[in-house]
T-cell receptor
Framework: DGGITQSPKYLFRKEGQNVTLSCEQNLNHDAMYWYRQDPGQGLRLIYY???????QKGDIAEGYSVSREKKESFPLTVTSAQKNPTAFYLC??????????????FGSGTRLTVV | AQSVTQLGSHVSVSEGALVLLRCNYSSSVPPYLFWYVQYPNQGLQLLLK??????LVKGINGFEAEFKKSETSFHLTKPSAHMSDAAEYFCAVSFKAAGNKLTFGGGTRVLVKP
């Protein structure tokens, strides 16, 4: 079955630590995205990558970093510079076929908590 | 820049009643439009989407939405609510010219009363 795997499902971070959230896909989709979800605020875009070895900042990139060395993988690092990292993080991919065959697939998310 | 507004952060409906969730967007170019549902601690599941063609779109679980360009709206409806419809619903838009970034509304949490 093709899909997106996000790990771990739950992650706890101490103050001042960097942590990395994993996102792996076997859908062969070119574009990948990271979103942050906070209660009552919907989802906000952190970073996105349209092809391997290229990525762009989204709306709330400060305190985060990404890499895209392989098509299948788009890990997100939450650095100590991110002052309020407690949130639910979702990874997504985009299939860009014909206009009628265009859509996003989401992973099941990682819940990050600062302790 | 595009934006999405969902009217009402919480909606309460009785089982069997109509579900209506409102979504308006702002854009100078035709968007692709999506509705997603999210259950607690899970990812997003696509309910339906509009990219081109017929403006009345039917999705899963009995939901449908109509794209009205003149009103810049994409409201979601279901004729008869079921207890399993209790969840959070998100409207989203994307544009090919904007890196295919998906922009979300704030979400509407639906409570279904027996």
């Amino acid at each position: 079955d093709g899909g997106i795997t996000q790990s771990p499902k739950y992650l706890f971070r101490k103050e001042g630590q960097n942590v990395t959230l994993s996102c792996e896909q076997n859908l062969n989709h070119d574009a990948m995205y990271w979103y942050r979800q906070d209660p009552g605020q919907g989802l906000r875009l952190i970073y996105y990558s349209q092809i391997v070895n290229d990525f762009q900042k989204g709306d709330i990139a400060e305190g985060y970093s990404v890499s895209r060395e392989k098509k299948e993988s788009f890990p997100l690092t939450v650095t100590s510079a991110q002052k309020n990292p407690t949130a639910f993080y979702l990874c997504a991919t985009l299939f860009r076929g014909t206009v009628n065959n265009y859509g996003y697939t989401f992973g099941s998310g990682t819940r990050l908590t600062v302790v | 820049a595009q934006s999405v507004t969902q009217l009402g952060s919480h909606v309460s409906v009785s089982e069997g009643a109509l579900v209506l969730l409102r979504c308006n967007y702002s854009s100078s170019v035709p968007p692709y439009l999506f509705w997603y549902v999210q259950y607690p601690n899970q990812g997003l599941q696509l309910l339906l989407k509009y990219t081109t063609g017929a403006t009345l779109v039917k999705g899963i679980n009995g939901f449908e939405a109509e794209f009205k360009k003149s009103e810049t709206s994409f409201h979601l409806t279901k004729p008869s609510a079921h207890m399993s419809d209790a969840a959070e619903y998100f409207c989203a838009v994307s544009f090919k010219a904007a890196g295919n970034k998906l922009t979300f509304g704030g979400g509407t949490r639906v409570l279904v009363k027996p």
